[in-house]
């Protein structure tokens, strides 16, 4: 299958600064990418979707000042959280898509833990 | 609002057994994805279904699709203690997610 590398996969950071997560897909080109937020035992809530070369698209609810997402490369999205709080610790996910043929699937980065103290 | 909606919620069976998961959606799709999340981990792609396919099968996975009724099942056969895990499904169309199956695989 295709790879989607995320990086880091776990940060601690003070509270008031920003941390910026990467997901790169490895061996395929991905028009589009997800971020996904998940809580312990709770299932993957969707942030926004990236296209490259365009805006994202922010599910609703979801501050796009906050959470900054850039999708520069057909390779490389990244989700920069900004002035982090505590409440912003989470797992934070991408997927990429990648087109086969007539049908497209999504992969997974491995995720990153997000702490902030 | 969640595309695919996974039932049960949480099914614990004991090594050996079969586990079974069903997956609701709500719009025309092309194909139906599985997933598996351990603990803490990202999600694991396990099969892809197409929308004019009605079984498959990848090793000890079954997957089923009924475009009528939009739902897929995922079987899982003579299961492991490591297939513990959680299993989401989503389609290409969406992909937002549902609260999963958590299983749970006694040895």
């Known amino acids: 299958g295709a790879v989607v590398s995320q990086h880091p996969s776990w940060v601690i950071c003070k509270s008031g600064t920003s941390v910026k997560i990467e997901c790169r897909s490895l061996?395929?080109?991905?028009?589009?990418m997800f971020w996904y937020r998940q809580f312990p035992k709770q299932s993957l809530m969707l942030m926004a979707t990236s296209n490259e070369g365009s805006k994202a698209t922010y599910e609703q609810g979801v501050e796009k000042d906050k959470f900054l997402i850039n999708h520069a490369s057909l390779t490389l999205s990244t989700l920069t959280v900004t002035s982090a709080h505590p409440e912003d610790s989470s797992f934070y996910i991408c997927?990429?898509?990648?087109?086969?043929?007539?049908?497209?699937?999504?992969?997974f980065g491995q995720g990153t833990r997000l702490t902030v103290v | 609002s969640q595309q695919g909606e996974e039932d049960p919620q949480a099914l614990s069976i004991q090594e050996g057994e079969n586990a079974t998961m069903n997956c609701s959606y709500k719009?025309?799709?092309?194909?139906l994805q599985w997933y598996r999340q351990n603990s803490g981990r990202g999600l694991v792609h396990l099969i892809l279904?197409?929308?004019?396919?009605r079984e498959k099968h990848s090793g000890r996975l079954r997957v089923t699709l009924d475009t009528s009724k939009k739902s897929s099942s995922l079987l899982i056969t003579a299961s492991r203690a490591a297939d513990t895990a959680s299993y989401f499904c989503a389609t290409e169309a969406d992909m937002r997610f549902g609260a999963g199956t958590r299983l749970t695989v006694k040895p």
């Open positions: 061996d395929f080109q991905a028009t589009t």
């Open positions: 279904i197409r929308s004019n396919e």
């Open positions: 719009t025309s799709i092309n194909n």
């Open positions: 997927s990429a898509r990648v087109y086969r043929g007539p049908n497209t699937e999504a992969f």
